[in-house]
């Protein structure tokens, strides 16, 4: 008797006779009305996750000098931050089992409240209080997109590997999105107040979009597929732990009475030591790799591109007054999310297996702007910005591939893969939080104009 290889294929062979034809994820998927459908519907979610997180980075200057705390500008982006990644550990060791409907609906109530709050505190910037009111609603906004984030990666193990792909389309576009409504709406006159109390109703997209996708995962099973888009690295299979494999003597698996039921959070483990250790073993390479190329890049961004239009604008004080010299560092950041979004959107087009070749290539981004910001070799604002749109793509590249990767690592049981997933963001959110702390530093020594 030939035993199955995997449970993968267990369940294929005795799930997949008691399924009408085409209906699966995976026919459904491959229809364009649905798989548009999917698409816009992730998109959605992406977009809407990430809208708060950057339109708060994007105001930062604005908002700290509305309550007159001009040098604790950088407080706003530690506030986003700086409980990412705890909320992520506590998302992997004590909610991974919750129902990701639910954990996306009480998600949707805290991203409401966020901006119910910071819309408060500038409406009546001028109390005292006020300023560090604004703080808070900013690390519950910085929160509420790491947890969406985690959540949504976990839940689309339950899908083919590609709809990633759509999630961080719309998490790039939220870039773009998010800085541009800030600038349209405050060119109307607008205050910040009211600006984050008309975005406050995009609550309702975004949990709306989710529920559809859960609906239509709850309806239709996904049968998982082998894939040849893997990394060198992942397409070996390591010793397969008990839950991997049918063991020797496997039995028929039926059709459960809800076929989502092979997809539900229930199922997942939880975060441990040695889990922990697992894991590390199995994706540390990708999680390293993603941890790299965002320290590299938010240095390009919050540091390098900062210090290089502060002294293009002492190099050249006859150009002050011109609008790129005005506004370059806010141009840097709107190249920067260009990069990003188009990159995120790639994946159905390019896929890149070895993901260490867009960290070395994020690096050779850190030494050029590095070195033009320290000998300003190349003055020129319009050369930044393209290598800045190139430091994003290179950014919003590795996201994509290295969540990819995860997602078909066949050494991997589907219990682990959102768990892993949730740590590969942890790696993401460290990669940011450190380039933030060194930004802050070289700010007040090296780069420092005093």
Avoid at 337 to 348: A, E, P, Y
Wanted: hydrophobic content about 45%; glycine content about 6%.
């Amino acid at each position: 008797m030939d035993h199955p290889k995997s449970d993968v294929q267990t369940v294929d062979k005795y799930l997949a006779p008691n399924i009408p034809q085409g209906k699966t994820l995976n026919e459904l998927l491959k229809q364009r009305k649905y798989n548009v459908l999917f698409f816009l519907s992730l998109f959605v979610v992406g977009l809407f996750n990430n809208n708060g997180y950057v339109m708060v980075g994007s105001a930062s200057s604005d908002l700290s000098i509305q309550f007159g705390k001009e040098n604790l500008m950088p407080m706003f982006q530690l506030s986003l931050i700086l409980f990412s990644s705890l909320t992520r550990f506590v998302n992997a060791k004590y909610l991974i089992k919750v129902k990701h409907m639910t954990r996306m609906c009480i998600n949707t109530v805290l991203m409401a409240v966020g901006f119910i709050v910071i819309s408060f505190a500038c409406t009546y910037s001028a109390h005292v209080a006020s300023f560090y009111v604004s703080l808070l609603a900013s690390v519950v906004l910085g929160t509420v997109s790491a947890f969406g984030e985690s959540t949504t990666l976990g839940f689309c193990k339950g899908f083919p590997s590609t709809v990633v792909g759509y999630f961080g389309s719309g998490t790039g576009f939220a870039g773009v999105f998010g800085s541009g409504s800030i600038l349209i709406l405050k060119s109307l006159g607008l205050d910040n107040g009211t600006i984050f109390f008309i975005i406050t109703p995009t609550v309702v997209p975004y949990i709306l979009a989710f529920w559809w996708i859960n609906t239509m995962k709850g309806k239709y099973p996904y049968i998982p597929e082998q894939s040849s888009d893997q990394s060198p690295r992942t397409q070996h299979f390591s010793s397969l732990d008990t839950e991997d494999v049918a063991l020797t003597n496997p039995v028929p698996v039926a059709a459960p009475a809800n076929p989502a039921d092979f997809d539900e959070a229930k199922g997942n483990k939880q975060l441990s030591m040695e889990l922990l250790k697992q894991l590390v073993k199995k994706v540390g390479f990708f999680q390293f790799n993603l941890g790299a190329v965002y320290f590299l890049e938010y240095m390009c961004l919050t540091s390098f591109a900062d210090r290089f239009s502060v002294k293009m604008n002492e190099a050249y004080p006859e150009h002050k007054h011109e609008w790129v010299y005005k506004n370059g560092y806010v141009i840097f950041t709107f190249c920067y999310q260009i990069g990003v979004f188009m990159s995120r959107s790639s994946l159905s087009l390019i896929k890149v297996p070895r993901v260490e070749i867009m960290t070395i290539l994020q690096l050779i981004n850190f030494m050029f702007f590095l070195m033009n910001t320290i000998f300003l070799f190349l003055p020129n604002f319009y050369v930044g910005f393209v290598f800045m749109v190139w430091v994003g793509l290179m950014g919003g590249g590795s996201y994509v591939n290295v969540m990819y990767q995860i997602l078909e690592c066949p050494n991997l049981a589907k219990s682990e893969k959102e768990l892993a997933l949730t740590l590969t963001t942890v790696c993401n959110d460290i990669g940011i939080l450190s380039a933030s702390l060194m930004s802050l530093l070289l700010a007040n020594t090296a780069f420092s104009s005093k």
